[in-house]
């Protein structure tokens, strides 16, 4: 069986073979943060969906080099920079460490590259000094090097390749010097921009003159330097396809050498969006959230994991309080099912059964369908509850539903909290009822299961010994 993936730049499922002659290494690139605010749910649904086709490739035996930008100068930021007072470095170093320490609570595996574009500008100028010498980049009057779309399509090149671009609406010599505009409108776009008075002392010098990058040409760039010209996977959420990526690949396309024209990247991965509590997430509706705004509310981030990582990634998804509850149902599910294996298991070890395995990677195979390998898991853990009820599982075989589990979790990523996770006054408790029901005091040893009861905590006498369980 193959891993199968949905390819934008070909609109089909496609079976993924990567670039590497030795099948092995693959490059991956995920468009990061703008480092200017917080990250929302709706950006973190799309860097746990980077995280799980990372993980899901790792699983297969393939590795991976998963790069991941940091867009440290923009419009945005520069205009926050002049408000807060401080320099760009300060400013965008805290909101970097932010985000970072928020992939970890969500249990996202680092990219192993996070360049950061202010560190990049000599290859994003080396990169403008080939399109220019190729005849796909003009300096505009006021000092901004704009890149020409009817110069790209003139030679032979097309533009549109991730969305259907309406090419007669095209005006020669238009010019955006924006990164963001409206969908389907194709126009010139700013790979360096004119140093403005509103930037600042945000500013490198170029052969152009002063001035700073366009947001496109940076993905470009640091791909390239990272990734080389031509790489297996490029991710990123779904409002990114134009004109962002449509814009790499003429980039990134038109500076290669003309002889010997390559696809800038083979598969292209959209994630899709997230709405909340079934509305576009908007500050003015309320529902504009934070990871931090939901920790703040009790949530933890595995649960927030889980529920982002829930459905399909190319299903829009509606994010809910009612979900993460249900989230934090379905993880009690888990744990309860694995603490149990763990008791039965005791100190075996077994090879991981195949059974779930087979299930689980029958359904990521399929397009990366995570809904589908939750069913697998669920089924799996009715089986195994089922077993452990009529006490017919023996230690060998909840030691190889362990092992099979731990496999699976190096994808979910959501791991199994420990049955034993009582804190020690709470063990000492326990402690002190065992012994008093082995001096066979009852009334003290029941007092102390009450004691214990008092603080969320049911003691359940097994075979092996009392065990203790959240309440
Ligand atoms: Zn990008």
């Not at 009529?390 to 420990?418: K, M, N, Q």
């Not at 009822?433 to 905590?457: E, M, P, S, V």
Request: charged content about 25%; hydrophobic content about 40%.
């Amino acid at each position: 069986m193959a891993l199968k993936l949905f390819n934008t730049l070909t609109r089909t499922i496609e079976e993924f073979v990567p670039l590497d002659p030795a099948g092995r290494a693959v490059g991956m690139y995920c468009c990061g943060p703008t480092v200017y605010d917080l990250a929302h749910i709706g950006n973190f649904r799309t860097f746990i969906f980077a995280d799980l086709v990372r993980r899901y490739l790792e699983f297969r035996g393939y590795a991976v080099r998963h790069v991941m930008n940091v867009t440290d100068v923009d419009d945005k930021i520069i205009a926050r920079v002049r408000a807060a007072g401080v320099s760009l470095a300060e400013f965008t170093r805290r909101h970097e460490a932010a985000f970072l320490e928020d992939l970890d609570v969500l249990g996202c595996r680092r990219p192993h590259h996070l360049p950061r574009a202010t560190e990049h500008i000599e290859p994003m100028l080396d990169l403008i000094r080939r399109l220019i010498a190729h005849g796909l980049a003009y300096q505009s009057a006021d000092g901004s090097v704009y890149f020409s779309i009817q110069q790209y399509i003139a030679r032979g090149h097309r533009y549109g390749q991730l969305v259907r671009i309406r090419l007669e609406d095209l005006r020669a010599g238009e010019r955006i010097r924006s990164d963001e505009y409206a969908k389907e409108t194709a126009a010139d776009f700013a790979l360096w921009k004119s140093r403005a008075p509103e930037d600042g002392d945000v500013f490198w010098p170029s052969p152009w003159g002063e001035g700073r990058p366009g947001w496109h040409i940076e993905c470009s760039a640091m791909s390239r330097q990272l990734l080389g010209e031509t790489f297996d996977l490029h991710l990123g959420g779904e409002d990114l396809a134009f004109p962002h990526h449509e814009d790499e690949i003429a980039q990134s396309e038109g500076a290669m050498d003309p002889a010997a024209p390559r696809r800038f990247v083979q598969y292209w991965l959209h994630g899709a969006h997230l709405l909340v509590e079934g509305q576009k997430m908007a500050k003015s509706l309320g529902n504009f959230f934070t990871l931090r705004d939901l920790v703040a509310r009790g949530y933890s981030g595995r649960e927030i994991r889980y529920l982002l990582l829930a459905a399909h990634y190319r299903e829009p998804f509606n994010f809910t309080f009612e979900g993460l509850q249900g989230a934090r149902a379905a993880l009690a599910r888990i744990d309860e099912c694995i603490g149990k294996l763990r008791d039965r298991a005791a100190s075996q070890n077994a090879e991981p059964d195949p059974a779930l395995i087979d299930e689980f990677t029958r359904a990521l195979d399929g397009d990366l369908n995570a809904s589908a390998g939750w069913a697998a898991v669920f089924e799996w853990i009715r089986r195994q509850n089922r077993r452990l009820s009529e006490e017919s599982i023996s230690p060998v075989e909840a030691a190889a539903g362990l092992a099979a589990w731990d496999r699976i979790d190096s994808v979910l990523g959501i791991g199994a909290r420990a049955a034993a996770e009582a804190p020690p006054e709470i063990q000492a408790l326990l402690a002190e009822r065992q012994a008093a029901r082995k001096n066979r005091d009852f009334t003290r040893a029941d007092a102390l299961r009450t004691a214990l009861k008092d603080q969320g905590w049911l003691i359940e006498d097994t075979p092996a010994g009392p065990k203790l369980k959240r309440k």
